[in-house]
């Protein structure tokens, strides 16, 4: 296999992993409610989801994603993960007052989830 296509299937790899963990740190509180022992998983992903938009950091699968892509000579090819998840991830119009917002978006959601699973724990008691 050409080291430039390898290069652009890790890159997109890493896009559809870095997609499914922004999703289990947004949604991963209900798996939590079924599965309890996902807590362990969950809370440092949510913790971590939420740093980095408060924080502002780059999360490291974004510096890796970009890194395969240029060695691959750069650009997207079209297919499902560059038109459809990219633009999710890596929006046009983010700015600090929306990563804030989606940080604590991300700790609102978790709160209500985990207060749910608190409650549900005390009322089998």
């Known amino acids: 296999m050409d080291l430039s296509l ?3 299937l890790l890159a997109d790899l890493i896009v559809a992993i870095h997609f499914s963990f922004i999703l289990f740190v947004i949604f991963g509180g209900f798996l939590v409610l079924k599965w309890r022992k996902l807590i362990w998983l969950h809370l440092p ?3 971590w989801g939420a740093l980095i938009e408060f ?11 970009t890194q395969l892509r240029s060695a691959s000579g750069g650009g ?3 297919g499902f993960i560059e038109h459809y998840i990219i633009p999710i991830i890596y929006p046009s119009a983010l700015t ?3 990563q804030m ?5 991300v700790i609102l959601l978790n709160l209500f989830v985990y ?3 608190f409650l549900k724990r005390i009322d089998s008691k």
């Open 6 to 8: 390898r290069n652009l």
């Open 115 to 117: 207060r749910k699973l």
């Open 96 to 98: 600090r007052e929306i």
């Open 101 to 105: 917002s989606l940080g604590l978006a």
């Open 55 to 65: 924080a502002g950091w780059i999360c490291p699968l974004t510096s890796l994603e």
């Open 45 to 47: 992903a949510a913790m």
């Open 76 to 78: 997207y090819a079209s």
